[in-house]
């Protein structure tokens, strides 16, 4: 049973960054694909960005695109999300997330969760 730990949340003003970091107990083959989702109070789950762990190809949602930049390390074996920009909007609970079964923008495709950490932006 592989594990994921989040970090790097906290509140901020609109226009600030944030770095989030998830690290897995286990490392990910070469064809898995590690994911960050998020959700906001009352709302779904949604696909914020996702990365193919072999070749580091990257995956965006729209509203993202642009102002998130993932990236992982094999070394260490997390997986990072830089926020730039960062709008009200973006305020949610954001996890990490790990399928062993490739590319996927869908939660119920993957298998392994985080905890979660939340990010907060207000004035």
């Known amino acids: 049973q592989a594990q994921l730990v989040e970090s790097g949340g906290g509140s901020v003003r609109p226009g600030d960054s944030l770095r989030l970091s998830c690290v897995a107990s286990?490392?990910?083959?070469?064809?898995?694909?590690l994911g960050w989702f998020r959700q906001a109070s009352g709302e779904e789950r949604e696909f914020v960005a996702g990365?193919?762990?072999?070749?580091?190809?990257?995956y965006y949602s729209d509203v993202v695109k642009g102002r998130f930049t993932i990236s992982r390390s094999t070394a260490s074996w997390t997986v990072d999300l830089q926020m730039n920009n960062l709008k009200p909007d973006d305020t949610a609970t954001y996890y990490c997330?790990?399928?062993?079964?490739?590319?996927?923008?869908?939660?119920?495709?993957?298998?392994?969760w985080g905890q979660g950490t939340q990010v907060t932006v207000s004035p």
């Open positions: 997330a790990w399928n062993r079964n490739g590319l996927a923008t869908a939660a119920r495709e993957y298998t392994y």
């Open positions: 286990a490392r990910p083959y070469s064809s898995h694909f």
């Open positions: 990365i193919r762990w072999g070749t580091g190809k990257e």
